[in-house]
């Protein structure tokens, strides 16, 4: 074996180690929010994870960089969870149902984990503005997912695609502002009455959208 090979090969397991270590760091910080709410501190993030401020700085920068991290993993879940109600048998063909598993797919996330989800909408780890917005980010790469969906269905009745991302981000956008509304409430109703709230509201407008030219009403099962 060359130097080179073997240093290629010390290289590998140590890129290897740093992705183990932030990601038992960033479940750290996750187990630290659900313990201490959503305006945990560095400290408090540290004395979770067994280690100090300096040794999570050293792997993520800045409180920035984690918060980052915190907020790709919590991206990572909703897409992980929208994918499988995408893929639920029937979804795909029926809009309403399409709008209903992605409006529940988001607020299954913020029910499961109400704190890390506040973290992530709050931004307290964050002293001054940064560049770029995680959080849009995060929603815009789910309302890309639903884009997919919703083109490929108007593709296959052979019209033009173009709006599907106009809707799918709007969408996302309705959902969101619900959900941001909903979680800050100490009394919030139940999760699946948000969830038909939204979905109602959201599909009163993508009935319309969606509606093929040639017809003048959406069918009654659609509705």
Not at 12 to 35: C, D, F, G, P, S
Not at 83 to 112: C, F, H, I, K, N
Not at 183 to 190: D, I, K, L, T, Y
Request: proline share 6%; no cysteine.
């Amino acid at each position: 074996m060359s130097p080179s090979t073997r240093a290629d090969g010390r290289d590998t397991r140590w890129a290897e180690h740093r992705r183990a270590r932030r990601a038992e760091l960033v479940e750290a910080t996750m187990k630290a929010i659900r313990r201490h709410g959503a305006g945990v501190g560095m400290d408090q993030i540290a004395a979770q994870a067994g280690t100090s401020k300096t040794v999570i700085y050293r792997h993520f920068t800045d409180r920035a960089g984690l918060y980052r991290a915190v907020v790709a993993a919590v991206d990572d879940l909703i897409l992980r969870d929208l994918g499988s109600a995408l893929a639920t048998p029937g979804a795909g063909d029926d809009p309403r149902a399409l709008v209903a598993a992605a409006v529940d797919s988001y607020l299954m996330l913020v029910e499961r984990d109400p704190e890390v989800y506040r973290f992530v909408v709050t931004r307290p780890l964050l002293d001054t503005p940064v560049s770029d917005d995680p959080v849009a980010g995060m929603t815009s790469r789910i309302a890309d997912q639903v884009t997919a969906v919703l083109a490929a269905r108007l593709r296959r009745e052979g019209r033009d695609d173009r709006a599907a991302g106009t809707w799918a981000h709007s969408l996302i956008g309705l959902v969101r502002a619900a959900a941001d509304h909903w979680v800050a409430q100490p009394g919030r109703e139940p999760r699946e009455v948000l969830a038909r709230q939204v979905t109602d509201l959201a599909w009163g407008g993508l009935a319309g959208a969606l509606r093929p030219p040639d017809r003048p009403d959406v069918p009654e099962e659609s509705r």
